[in-house]
């Protein structure tokens, strides 16, 4: 059984930054590709970002285009995302997922495995 394990949120001013990582344990990192979702009070979950385990090819949500930036370490079985110039809109609890498929889905519904989320607030 996959299990992911988020860190690295916090609280921040506007216009800061921030890096979360996710471990990873339980399967083979280098088959997964990763993403990153967030959900903010009374909201849907969001896209944020993915990276593939194909080519490291990636994507991203049109709110963080520009700022964010995903990546991963294979040898550590971790993925990460680096956030900067970030909004109060940003504010949300971030969640790590992962699934076993080559492609860069960008909906909830196509990955397998999740972390329990780690909180980002941005104040303003």
């Known amino acids: 059984q996959v299990q992911l394990i988020e860190s690295g949120g916090g609280l921040v001013q506007a216009g800061g930054s921030l890096r979360l990582s996710c471990a990873a344990s339980?399967?083979?990192?280098?088959?997964?590709?990763m993403a990153w979702f967030r959900q903010a009070p009374g909201r849907e979950r969001e896209f944020v970002a993915t990276i593939s385990w194909v080519d490291g090819s990636t994507s991203y949500g049109d709110s963080v285009k520009g700022r964010f930036t995903i990546s991963r370490d294979n040898a550590k079985s971790t993925a990460y995302l680096q956030m900067n110039s970030l909004k109060p809109e940003d504010s949300a609890v971030y969640y790590c997922?992962?699934?076993?498929?080559?492609?860069?889905?960008?909906?909830?519904?196509?990955?397998?495995?999740w972390g329990q989320g780690t909180q980002v607030t941005v104040s303003s």
């Open positions: 339980g399967g083979t990192f280098n088959r997964y590709t």
């Open positions: 997922a992962a699934n076993f498929r080559g492609a860069l889905y960008t909906t909830v519904r196509n990955y397998d495995y």
